[in-house]
């Protein structure tokens, strides 16, 4: 009697791990995350065996999310029976993937010996909020002034980020004071209305020169750029 060879694949998920069964894993975009699976031959004889990923659509939209799969272990295995071995995957999110927005990473373990004979893992995960903006000065970047004058420094923001935000804008003074200048410049914290993802506004940002500054003296203002309290 011949004993014919029975094809089986197994996967298991061991990292990341959600809190809670049906939960998503937040990630961090453009940041690469290892996630670890264990891989196994439950048939009765040598098999080869191939490791593929796959990101699906998030719900409602027609295309799936940019996700980049680095298969830092060999995408394809040879396993004798009853084996096992243990494979890193390097996920990577796009940075436009949308924040709070669970979606599905799928896993495949393939048996080449019979392609029929495949077992998936699931992992769904979500992108954190990624906070970024891009900043640029309308109405200059020098000005001369004069004790008291208010200066009116002009900019326009775009949200680059993957979710709705908020710019807050704390700006600090450096000096190059003339003479015995002792003056100590000061402009107010600024906080824009919140923009959605791609979406740009034109704000000003206004202060007072102070009363007792000397003539030549350089002060150079630079913008602390924030996103809400954060």
């Known amino acids: ?56 659509p998030i719900p409602g939209e027609p295309h799936s999310p940019s996700v980049n799969f680095s298969f830092i272990s060999l995408e394809q295995r040879s ?20 924040a709070r927005t669970p979606f599905e990473l799928e896993f495949h373990w393939t048996s080449l010996g019979d392609p029929n004979v495949v077992d998936s893992v699931s992992l769904f995960v979500e992108a954190e909020p990624d906070h970024r903006w891009d900043i640029n000065m309308t109405s200059g970047t020098e000005y001369s002034v004069a004790p008291d004058d208010s200066v009116t420094i ?6 680059t980020g993957n979710a709705d935000d908020t710019l807050r804008i704390v700006p600090s003074f450096s000096y190059v004071h003339s003479g015995l200048d002792t ?29 007792n500054t000397w003539s030549d003296t350089v002060a150079d203002m630079q913008f602390g750029v924030y996103s809400g309290d954060i």
Not at 195 to 210: C, H, I, R
């Open 183 to 211: 003056s100590t410049w000061n402009a107010p914290t600024f906080t824009g209305q919140s923009l959605g993802v791609n979406q740009s506004a034109a704000y000003s940002l206004e202060f007072t020169v102070p009363s």
């Open 154 to 159: 002009e900019f326009t923001a775009k949200n």
């Open 79 to 98: 396993l004798g029976p009853l084996a096992y071995t243990i494979a890193t995957v390097q996920v990577t999110l796009g940075a436009e993937v949308p």
């Open 1 to 56: 009697l011949q004993v014919l060879q029975i094809y089986r694949s197994q996967a298991t998920l061991l990292e990341p791990l959600p809190t809670t069964i049906g939960e998503s894993v937040s990630m961090n975009v453009t940041e690469p995350q290892n996630i670890r699976l264990k891989l196994e031959n439950p048939g009765n004889g040598i098999d080869e065996f191939l490791l593929s990923a796959e990101a699906k």
